[in-house]
């Protein structure tokens, strides 16, 4: 039995740990036992990986094949921790300063010879609590879990070259592959892609364990040392899967549209359209959809959004007309794999998509001058698709504040009033987007609030860019407003499983209008009060 639990604990990790799927950056390749008990350092030297380890004090040559030991040589210090290899030699952090005293956090790095050994060149550390080490080709990175800061810095004399704030709270391995920095955190258990020059997280992914403490990367695969499950990694860096789904709900939403007519007089004609939901890459539709009443008829509009249409005449003083949606659906957390690199250029977008979701109308406006100069500031001469929709999406964040302040104005308006709903900032983003050449939507959704039963009457919109080469990919611009890359991170290519979507739309249907969930048109007698209320109840299925 005994020569399965190591099976049984990396199927565990694999179904329990982290999101599931296959060919995803993160997925675990294969594991195998660290040579000593407590590993803190990791290298790739071209054929060899080398695991540091502050227990024993060594640095271990292993085979990346089966983690068979080579040999060992000598720690520079008492506390090794980060390991790199600059083409030539090995770097190792000594957290304690290279001496046997506790709480001495005054790290040195030291270049050694990896056949003896011995210590060629000292550098103190930029950072305060030092622990990941990675080298670029010209200088070294390292993590500072104190200051939540990645730092690059030479490697003669220890000088910052930059630095920016960590993706999250507690940085601690870092590599590099050629193109980005690596970075894993202890604390949320999630593996960073970042952008070496601004510190912008482009992608994340999930940890194999719970205490990851360096990495390195190989060519092809990373590799990362977890020191609670004593393991060393071998992890996809890229694949072809472009997304994956995970933290399944499953639940009935009854959403219900009602038009109350106070009176006096009566309500002549009204027309409500609940917009239907479909299957999406974060929902599944559980079999029927069922209405109550029967809708009158379906109309697709011009967008593909079907809706359920209810025609009711002669609605009286004091009545009250409901309809239902009552859907079953199971959503879920979806993270998208975007490499900026992969992301093809605009002559890459097909017509049919251009074509429909570049157009103007007076909600984005596309040509006011406003919308023109803040474009102009946001991207400059930026020709790489994905980084027009970040600097954009980065801009409207510099420049806005969220705030529900009524109603839902035009793009210029909401931009030079610098705050607005969610529904406002899609229209900025959608019109800067589409100002820039790339085809933007937006989609609305009922929203869980808090607990598994809850009542969603607020509801959520958010955006959707086309990337070529990647599709139709969420970014919801009311989102990135946070202090932490990995906060603004999760405005893009992120979304939880909270939603139920409902609409999508370029906006101006001729059913749902710029509305989204449902809408109503209605005629009536003079002085006749009207009020339609619209709310979605969740109910998790057990």
Avoid at 11 to 30: D, K, N, S, T
Avoid at 51 to 61: G, S, T
Avoid at 272 to 277: D, E, F, Q, T
Avoid at 327 to 348: C, H, M, N, Q, W
Wanted: charged share 20%; proline share 6%.
């Amino acid at each position: 039995m005994k020569k399965w639990i190591p099976y049984l604990l990396m199927l565990f990790i694999l179904f329990h740990a982290a999101p599931v799927a296959m060919g995803y950056p993160g997925e675990v390749i294969r594991s195998f036992s660290s040579p000593g008990e407590f590993p803190t350092g990791l290298a790739f030297d071209g054929n060899y990986l080398w695991v540091a380890d502050r227990y024993v004090d060594k640095i271990f040559c292993i085979d990346p094949a089966n983690g068979v030991v080579i040999r060992s040589i000598p720690s520079p210090g008492y506390w090794p921790a980060g390991l790199a290899w600059d083409g030539q030699y090995l770097w190792n952090i000594d957290f304690q300063g290279g001496l046997p005293l506790s709480e001495n956090y005054n790290a040195q790095i030291y270049q050694l010879d990896p056949v003896t050994g011995n210590i060629l060149h000292t550098v103190q550390s930029p950072a305060g609590i030092t622990h990941g080490l990675a080298w670029d080709g010209g200088y070294l990175w390292c993590t500072d879990s104190d200051a939540e800061e990645i730092i690059q810095f030479s490697p003669r004399d220890g000088t910052t070259i930059r630095s920016f704030s960590s993706p999250s709270v507690d940085p601690r391995g870092i590599t590099y592959d050629g193109n980005y920095l690596w970075v894993a955190d202890r604390i949320t258990n999630e593996i960073y892609m970042m952008d070496p020059v601004t510190g912008s997280v482009l992608l994340i992914t999930s940890t194999p364990g719970e205490f990851a403490m360096d990495m390195c990367f190989d060519g092809n695969s990373l590799w990362i040392a977890d020191d609670q499950d004593n393991k060393i990694y071998e992890l996809k860096a890229r694949d072809d899967e472009r997304f994956i789904r995970y933290n399944e709900r499953h639940a009935i939403v009854t959403f219900r549209h009602v038009t109350t007519n106070f009176g006096p007089g009566k309500v002549l004609t009204s027309d409500v359209h609940l917009a239907v939901p479909e299957k999406r890459d974060s929902q599944d539709i559980m079999g029927e959809i069922r209405f109550s009443p029967a809708p009158d008829e379906y109309i697709t509009d011009r967008w593909g959004q079907r809706t359920a249409l209810y025609h009711t005449e002669d609605i009286q003083a004091g009545e009250q007309v409901e309809v239902q949606m009552v859907t079953e659906v199971k959503t879920y957390a979806v993270r998208y794999f975007i490499f900026p690199d992969r992301v093809g250029s605009l002559s890459d977008i097909p017509e049919s998509i251009s074509s429909k979701y570049l157009e103007d109308n007076e909600k984005y406006q596309i040509h006011h001058p406003v919308i023109r100069q803040a474009l102009e500031e946001a991207i400059s001469d930026q020709d790489n698709v994905y980084w027009i929709v970040r600097h954009i999406y980065n801009y409207i964040n510099d420049h806005m504040y969220y705030e529900m302040t009524g109603g839902w104005n035009t793009a210029p308006t909401v931009l030079s009033r610098g705050n607005g709903s969610c529904s406002e900032y899609t229209f900025v983003f959608i019109s800067m987007c589409r100002a820039a050449g790339v085809p933007a939507r937006y989609v609305g959704s009922v929203v869980v609030r808090g607990d598994d039963t809850s009542m969603d009457d607020v509801f959520h919109r958010w955006v959707e860019v086309y990337l070529p080469n990647f599709g139709w990919i969420p970014v919801d611009p009311s989102g990135g407003d946070s202090d932490s890359p990995r906060g603004q991170a999760m405005g893009i290519g992120n979304l939880s499983n909270r939603f139920l979507i409902t609409t999508q739309s370029g906006g101006g249907s001729e059913t749902m209008e710029w509305t989204y969930n449902s809408n109503e048109f209605r005629t009536t007698e003079p002085k006749t009060h009207v009020v339609s209320e619209h709310f979605g109840d969740w109910e998790k299925v057990k």
